[in-house]
C-alpha cells in the first residue's frame, strides 16, 4: 500500500512538472497575444474555449454532475477570473521577466494561507522552502530591482489569489469532488465572466494576426485544457506547499524558452537561481515526508 503511494505521488510530482513547463511557454505566449488582442477578450477566448473543449470530451460525465462539484466549480471560476485578471492586465505594464518573479511569490504565501484556511502551522521546512524559492527565482529572473508600479501590484494581488486557489484545489480534491465536473465548471463560469467584462469594459475586439492566433490557441490547448485538468487531478495525491514549489518552476521554465526561443542570454545569476530553487524542492521533499502517517507515529 505505501509502495502505490508513493508511485502515486511520483506521478503527481512529474504531471505537475509538465503544468510547470507548459506555464513557462505560456508567459511568452500570452506576451505575443496581448500585442493583438485586449485582456479580457483573450482571457474570454482561453476559458470559454477550454471549458467547452472539456465539456464535449466528456459530456457524458459532464451531465452527471452533482450540486457539490457545480458550486465548487463556479467558486473556482471567479477566483481564476479574479487572478488571471490581475496576471493578465499586469502583464501589459511591466516586464515579463519581473512578473515572472512576482508570480512565482505565491510559493512563500502558500504556506500562511494554507494556515489560514486549514488552520494547521507549516513547518520550518514548507516556510524555508517557499522563500529560497522565491530567492531562486529572484536570482534567476528579475533585471532590474523592483519597483511597485502599476502592473506589479497587479502581479502581486494576483498571487494572493492565485495562493488560495491552490489551497481550495487541494481541499476539494481530497472530498473526491471529480476533476474533470471541478475544472470544466471552473473554466467556462471563468470564460463568462471575463467575457462579460471585455463586453463592459474594453472596445469590440479587432481579428488578431497570425501570431496572436498561435498564442490564443497555445493558451487554449496548453495552457488551460491540459495543464488546468492535470493540476487539479495531480494535486489530489500531493500536498498544496508541494505543488506550489514545483508549480512555481513555471519561471524557471519561461526562462529557458525565452533564451531558446527569444535569445536571451543566460547569466552567473541564473545558475545561482537555479541551484537555490533545486535545494527548495529537496526541501519540500523533506516537508512532504515528515507529514506522512508512518513518520509521524514513529516521532511520537
Known sequence: MENADVRKSLIADISLLVVAVIWGGGFIAAKIALLSITPFYLLSFRFL??????????????????????IAGITLGL?????????TVGLKYTTAGK????????????????????????????VLAGFLTLMGIGFLSLQQNISI???DSLTL???VVYSFQIILIGIYAKRDINPIHLTTVQLLSA??????????????????DSRGIAGILYLIIFNTTIA???????????????????????SVFGCFLSILLMGEVFTKKMVIGC??????????????LHSLPGRQSSDS
Not at 99 to 118: E, R
Not at 228 to 250: G, M, P
Open 49 to 70: 474555449c477550454s471549458g467547452i473543449i472539456l465539456y464535449m470530451i466528456f459530456f457524458k460525465k459532464m451531465i452527471k454532475i452533482d450540486r457539490q462539484s457545480f
Open 79 to 87: 477566483i481564476l477570473y479574479a487572478g488571471q485578471t490581475f496576471q
Open 99 to 126: 512578473q515572472s518573479f512576482l508570480t512565482a511569490s505565491y510559493t512563500a504565501i502558500v504556506p500562511f494561507a494554507s494556515w489560514l484556511v486549514t488552520k494547521k502551522a507549516p513547518n520550518i521546512y514548507a
Open 149 to 151: 508600479s502599476f502592473g
Open 157 to 159: 494581488l494576483f498571487t
Open 191 to 208: 470564460g463568462i465572466f471575463t467575457l462579460i467584462s471585455a463586453l463592459i469594459f474594453e472596445p469590440h475586439m479587432h481579428v488578431p
Open 228 to 250: 488546468f485538468l492535470v493540476q487539479n487531478v495531480a494535486q489530489k495525491y500531493t500536498s498544496d506547499t508541494h505543488a506550489s514549489i514545483i508549480l512555481s518552476l513555471e
Open 275 to 288: 541551484i537555490i530553487i533545486f535545494i527548495a524542492v529537496i526541501l519540500s521533499k523533506t516537508d512532504r
